[in-house]
């Protein structure tokens, strides 16, 4: 099967090889995980040659840490966005409600579309048993932009606060959203009497103010 160098598309398809390859990669890493997804089997589920892998991605490792970008990119990328835009209004000192609200919405907007909150649950899951990804690719790409805006957010939103202890903050706020998924997901699956309704809403808004208490405490000297 001929690939075209040149525009990047299959013989026998409109859709880009590049394409392609990742939607089927992602559906069998997910499926089998990174041992069990062979270069073979991406490329026949792509209708691709296998030489189209190392053409496109110069091997099965660097394929398995592009369909993790697909994930990690725009999630990092809607996260500092929020905090952008909370930041760019012309107040001088952000309200630190706001600030909590609009990162906790990015946050938890894209685990509701189930397919690909599906798809990145299957995909940790693999990778906590047989680990493949660069740490330093989770780190650089997700981790540390958001940290870096978020650090200078909150301390505009609470000058007092000690700058060291902005990434324990951050880290308690994504803790608690991570939980409320989970819950809503164990909430979704059974159907136990005398649990009460789980509204993911009131528990967004109940970290957030919960959250923005326990800054502000911190940063009058209530806590130690």
């Known amino acids: 099967m001929a690939i075209s160098h040149e525009k990047g598309v299959n013989s026998g398809s409109g859709?880009?090889?590049?394409?392609?390859?990742?939607?089927?990669?992602e559906k069998l890493f997910c499926e089998h995980g990174f041992e069990g997804a062979s270069?073979?089997?991406?490329a026949a589920a792509a209708d691709c040659n296998i030489a189209s892998v190392n053409y496109y991605f110069g091997g099965k490792d660097k394929l398995y840490v592009e369909v993790w970008r697909r994930h990690l990119l725009p999630m990092s990328e809607s996260r500092i966005a929020s905090i952008d835009r909370v930041m760019s209004k012309k107040d001088d000192k952000p309200r630190l409600e706001d600030l909590l609200k609009s990162f906790a919405d990015a946050f938890i907007e894209p685990m509701l579309d189930e397919?690909?909150?599906?798809?990145?649950?299957q995909l940790m899951a693999w990778e906590m048993?047989?680990?493949?990804?660069?740490?330093?690719?989770?780190?650089?790409?997700?981790?540390?932009?958001?940290m870096t805006a978020m650090q200078r957010a909150l301390v505009k939103a609470c000058p007092s606060l000690e700058e060291s202890k902005v990434p324990l903050f951050t880290l308690s706020v994504v803790g608690q959203l991570m939980h409320v998924v989970h819950i809503k997901a164990m909430f979704k699956?059974?159907?136990i009497a005398g649990l009460p309704k789980f509204d993911l809403t009131e528990a967004v808004n109940h970290i957030v103010k919960f959250s923005a208490a326990g800054?502000?405490?911190c940063v009058e000297g209530k806590t130690e």
Do not use: C
């Open 215 to 217: 800054i502000r405490a």
């Open 189 to 191: 699956q059974t159907d």
């Open 39 to 42: 270069i073979r089997d991406i």
């Open 15 to 25: 859709k880009p090889v590049h394409d392609r390859l990742l939607d089927a990669a």
């Open 115 to 121: 397919s690909k909150a599906g798809r990145l649950a």
């Open 129 to 146: 048993l047989d680990q493949h990804l660069p740490l330093d690719t989770f780190v650089e790409e997700m981790i540390k932009p958001t």
